[in-house]
């Protein structure tokens, strides 16, 4: 249901991304490429993550889950693949006739999955600030799907085509342990009237940061990796 709460909210991140984004635009032109270059020189390390973000389908918050992997390289740049899917239950009612005959209102649920390339490039660090501008761009497929005397029944899948710039703030509180969020805008570039939803849409994700590898710095100051690998930074 739409409220008034959630048309404001819809709005104020869809034209809040649109700022960072073009704020981010024109600070990262000039020393992109630079940074770039400089930072795939350096041997790279794994990038492993679980994520969950929002949107809105049908004027409701829904989320979307997924699982990254990837390199990182000197904490700059990061890059490789993810699956991304719809997390929650999309619906409305369907007529059919069931298996034995009969005419049934069912729930008919919503469902989408997609593969993505994705980058998130830093372009301002400080001792607790730190901005990156991620992107996403994939492709997936979305359908429907009910059941029929428990046995699921799924409609024609169509081909999507999917980009997400967005822009992420994290903010640092110790070494090991940090805020962060992520907005960004979800394009759905296909299909989409087949399926008779609008996936469009703006995403955030509100994210509390622990990085293990620090914490260990903090609390073992004088061990082998530490004195190898650390100490812990800002």
Not at 20 to 29: G, M, N, R
Request: contains cysteine; glycine residues 6%; proline residues 3%.
């Amino acid at each position: 249901m739409l409220t008034f709460k959630n048309l404001v909210y819809f709005y104020a991140v869809k034209y809040l991304y649109i700022f960072f984004l073009i704020f981010c635009a024109s600070v990262t032109q000039a020393q992109f490429l630079d940074s770039i270059k400089s930072a795939t020189k350096k041997k790279p390390s794994i990038d492993i993550r679980l994520e969950s973000r929002h949107s809105f389908l049908r004027n409701e918050l829904v989320k979307v889950s997924g699982v990254r992997l990837g390199l990182v390289f000197q904490k700059k740049l990061k890059a490789g693949i993810g699956y991304s899917w719809l997390d929650s239950g999309v619906s409305d009612k369907l007529e059919i006739t069931n298996a034995l005959g009969n005419k049934e209102i069912v729930s008919n649920y919503l469902k989408f999955g997609y593969v993505a390339f994705y980058t998130d490039f830093v372009f301002h660090k400080t001792k607790h600030w730190q901005l990156s501008v991620p992107l996403q761009l994939g492709t997936g497929l979305a359908w429907f799907e009910h059941l029929d005397n428990r046995k699921k029944i799924q409609t024609e899948k169509h081909f999507l085509l999917l980009y997400e710039p967005g822009v992420s703030v994290q903010f640092k509180l110790t070494q090991w342990f940090g805020l962060g969020t992520d907005i960004g805008y979800r394009f759905t570039l296909k299909n989409t009237d087949k399926i008779g939803e609008k996936l469009n849409s703006p995403t955030y994700a509100f994210k509390l940061m622990l990085w293990f590898d620090q914490l260990f710095y903090v609390l073992m100051p004088n061990h082998e990796l530490t004195k190898r690998f650390g100490p812990a930074e800002w």
